[in-house]
């Protein structure tokens, strides 16, 4: 079984800064994609940022970017330019290649300060 | 694209009371998943719909719960009796084949759910 940890239960970072959160999965499939939910205040989980496993190149989507190290099964998130609206829990999430189900990290409550 | 639909947005009721919960996927969508959120457990997929037809209900805690999904554009999840333990926020999500690996997963804004 697929093992999705977040270490980080909650991290605090100031406006216009950079932070990085922390995500390591255990499994024993070579295919995977993973990814990174945010679930702001409003309670609805969006989709941050996606990675599949077979591309060396990391993820990036404007202000968010990963750090993909496969062989440490390590998947972290950096957030460049903190906003405001950036302050939510952020979800890591791994599913197989040959799977319907995402599997979960406890997450990560991010505060951003003003 | 109005997104996944997902209603009531709160919900309280007593012990032993019947609780419907309601979603509504994105149009075109064939794929409807069920989740549920705890703070001691967090996000667990309860049921897996693909083309309206249940694909793995193993993440169904008990009898008690029940899912269908009717047509294409209706899911419900029905908990029969309720329990205090069953007080938890519920997710539904939509992609448009077989799971995140092919698409992106969206979510709803959830039901809050709170049994008394």
């Known amino acids: 079984a697929q093992t999705v940890t977040q270490s980080q239960p909650e991290m605090s970072v100031q406006e216009a800064e950079t932070v990085t959160l922390s995500c390591t999965y255990d499994?024993?499939?070579?295919?995977?994609?993973l990814f990174w939910y945010k679930q702001p205040p409003s309670r609805q989980m969006i989709l941050v940022i996606r990675q599949e496993a077979y591309k060396q190149q990391n993820a990036t989507e404007n202000r968010f970017s990963v750090n993909f190290q496969k062989a440490a099964k390590s998947f972290s998130l950096k957030i460049s330019d903190s906003q405001l609206g950036d302050t939510a829990m952020y979800f890591c999430?791994?599913?197989?290649?040959?799977?319907?189900?995402?599997?979960f990290g406890k997450g990560t409550k991010l505060s951003v300060i003003p | 694209d109005a997104g996944v639909i997902q209603s009531p947005r709160h919900e309280v009721t007593e012990m032993g009371q019947e609780v419907t919960l309601r979603c509504k996927p994105i149009s075109g969508h064939n794929s409807l998943f069920w989740y549920r959120q705890t703070m001691m457990r967090g996000l667990e997929l309860l049921i897996y719909f693909n083309n309206n037809v249940p694909i793995d209900d193993s993440g169904m805690p008990e009898d008690r719960f029940s899912a269908k999904m009717p047509n294409a554009s209706f899911s419900t999840l029905k908990i029969q009796p309720s329990e205090p333990r069953d007080s938890a926020v519920y997710f539904c999500?939509?992609?448009?084949?077989?799971?995140?690996?092919?698409?992106?997963?969206?979510f709803g804004n959830g039901t809050r759910l709170t049994v008394t």
């Open positions: 499994t024993s499939e070579n295919n995977y994609y």
């Open positions: 999500a939509s992609s448009l084949e077989g799971g995140a690996r092919n698409s992106p997963l969206h």
């Open positions: 999430a791994f599913t197989g290649a040959g799977s319907y189900q995402l599997t």
